[in-house]
């Protein structure tokens, strides 16, 4: 079973309308964002998506000249609830995994907390072992 | 004192042509004797030495120009050894090579007194304190300013760039009367002053500024001096013919070149025809006495024109105008000269970058600021993180403040996002209003 999440990454300035360019071309390939987040410094920032198909994303984006690159996340299932998130991250701290960066969504099937993790292989072990439950890659096509 | 040395400054014009030729001669025989370059430059324009018989016949000599130097960087145009040598200047060069500058004992000597009259001819004399605010050091504004104010027995106050309320405190203690920076250094300044509560006009004894190394114009000396109530006078000069050498008179009237020094030309920068005077075009400056570095027929590539009738002060030399541009695309910020050349150059050593970029020039409040934008090159590795972007930006900015010497903004941009032209590419963008 494969734990890993391909995710994209796009480079964009902030500028007036680039997002909406970036979203347009995917749409035109008929993929679809589950989710998404846009990360920020001083005049520009990384868009990072989880499409359904990431390999047509990134193929797409790049032959329209962005800087595009994929990175392997992992997606931890939350109840949808209260404490839903508290249950998450305490279990991640006392695996002592350090999160790069977090976004997350709610829906379909669970919410879902998206983390990049230095050390990926470590971090499904910890999860799995401590009774997380993770998105598998085939939940998203 | 009136002048500092009355004999030259008002030599009628007759004596100052023949001590030019005389002058010349010697030079052209000097360079082309001594000088590699200078000889087979002019073997390739079939022009000997005793091919100078007037003064008009400059004009049969090879022009030089920026890149001469740049091709043999770094002393290679020198003349004499080491062993002649006292100074160094560097400047930064065109792609990355900065312009060397070598000086003799003489060669300062008549630097320091090119400025020492030119002082005198404002009116500074040794009863005055003048804070020299050009940075001191491989540029040559700083050591210019401040050896020809000592040579004329000014004080002078060493107080380089930076450290502004600092500045604004030394000119209220040491009674500082007058100040060598830049046009926009001295707007700076006056803003400084102004939020320190500090009023030139009533806190203060200073009451001249001698600015330059930067282009400014009438209306800014208007600026200046209305709203601080100092005296500004321009200074003009380039660290190949030595650094600043050249200023305004009390009159307000053009810049003396004084003519036992150099000798002007103003040229179509087509053609390279000589133009006469009131006439806009390129100046060409031969130095008649430098020693270390020769410049003979230098197309400096500024833009003015000639006066030459008497000047309202007495003084017989010949005046150029106001510089009013470049017939290159030469940038002049906070008084550092940056060709877009150099900034390609920084940045195709940069891997992670793609070849189009932007140079946008503005001035905050009375700085100049250059932005540079930059696209990443398409279809590259990139991390996903923020921090290597970051770095990447900060590595960007170091790199052209390296080979600037001035301190840049640094936007990366996606691929294919700037404008693309055909043709020359038009990739600067001046903000500023002068």
């Known amino acids: 079973m494969t734990y890993t999440i391909t995710q994209i990454s796009i480079f964009a300035e902030n500028r007036p309308g680039r997002l909406a360019a970036i979203a347009e071309a995917l749409e035109s390939e008929n993929i679809n964002i589950l989710a998404f987040s846009i990360a920020e410094a001083s005049g520009f920032g990384v868009i990072r998506a989880l499409v ?90 | 004192m009136k002048y500092l040395d009355p004999r030259i400054e008002e030599m009628p014009r007759t004596e100052i042509e023949a001590l030019q030729f005389k002058l010349l001669k010697t030079l052209v025989y000097r360079l082309y004797s001594f000088s590699d370059f200078y000889r087979s430059r002019m073997k390739e324009h079939n022009v000997h030495p005793d091919d100078i018989r007037s003064l008009d016949d400059i004009v049969k000599l090879p022009f030089m120009y920026k890149k001469d130097l740049r091709d043999n960087y770094p002393d290679g145009m020198f003349i004499g050894g080491q062993e002649d040598l006292v100074r160094y200047h560097v400047s930064s060069g065109t792609t990355g090579k900065p312009t060397v500058v070598g000086y003799t004992h003489r060669d300062l000597e008549n630097w320091a007194i090119s400025v020492a009259r030119g002082l005198t001819s ?46 604004i405190e030394l000119i209220q203690d ?80 053009g810049i003396h070149i004084w003519g036992d020094l150099a000798y002007v030309e103003v040229i179509d920068p087509e053609t390279g025809e000589r133009l006469g005077p009131g006439e806009k075009g390129e100046l060409v400056i031969t130095m008649l006495q430098k ?80 932005l540079v934008r930059v696209e990443l090159k398409s279809a590259q590795l990139f991390s996903d993180k923020l921090d290597d972007l970051i770095r990447l930006k900060n590595k960007v900015a170091h790199q052209l403040r390296n080979n600037l010497n001035v301190a840049v903004d640094v936007e990366l941009v996606s691929p294919e996002t700037l404008t693309r032209f055909e043709g020359k590419a038009k990739r600067v963008i001046d903000r500023r209003v002068l």
């Open chain 1, 52 to 141: 359904d198909d990431p390999e047509r994303a990134f193929k797409k984006l790049s032959s329209l000249g962005y800087v595009v690159s994929t990175t392997e996340v992992i997606g931890i299932k939350m109840h949808d609830r209260p404490g839903g998130l508290r249950e998450i991250s305490r279990m991640l701290g006392d695996a002592g995994i350090n999160i790069e960066y977090a976004y997350a969504y709610t829906g379909r099937p669970n919410a879902v907390l998206i983390i990049r993790v230095d050390h990926v292989d470590e971090a499904i072990n910890a999860i799995l072992s401590k009774g997380g439950q993770l998105i598998q890659r085939t939940e998203l096509a």
């Open chain 2, 291 to 370: 020693e270390a570095l020769p410049m003979m027929r230098y197309r400096i590539g500024d833009i003015t024109s000639f006066e030459d009738s008497v000047c309202g002060c007495g003084r017989s030399h010949v005046r150029i105008s106001r510089i009013q541009g470049r017939v290159d695309d030469m940038l002049i910020i906070r008084g550092i000269n940056v060709f877009p050349s150099q900034i390609e150059h920084a940045l195709m050593s940069v891997p992670e970058l793609g070849e189009h970029f932007q140079i946008v020039v503005d001035r905050k409040g009375a700085l100049d600021t250059m």
């Open chain 2, 122 to 167: 404002i009116g500074l004399g040794r009863r005055d304190v003048l804070q020299v605010s050009y940075g001191y050091g491989l540029f040559t504004g700083g050591l210019g300013l401040h050896y020809g104010a000592e040579r004329m027995g000014a004080t002078v106050v060493p107080a380089s760039v930076g450290n502004t309320e600092r500045q």
């Open chain 2, 174 to 253: 040491l009674r500082v009367t007058a100040i060598a920076c830049t046009p926009s250094y001295m707007l700076h300044l006056s803003e400084v002053a102004e939020k320190m509560g500090v009023s030139f006009e009533r806190d203060t004894r200073l009451r001249t500024a001698v600015l330059g190394a930067e282009p400014w114009s009438e209306k800014m000396r208007a600026r200046i001096e209305g709203s601080t109530g100092i005296k500004a006078y321009d200074i003009y000069g380039t660290s190949e013919l030595s650094g600043p050498l050249f200023t305004e008179c009390s009159e307000q009237n």
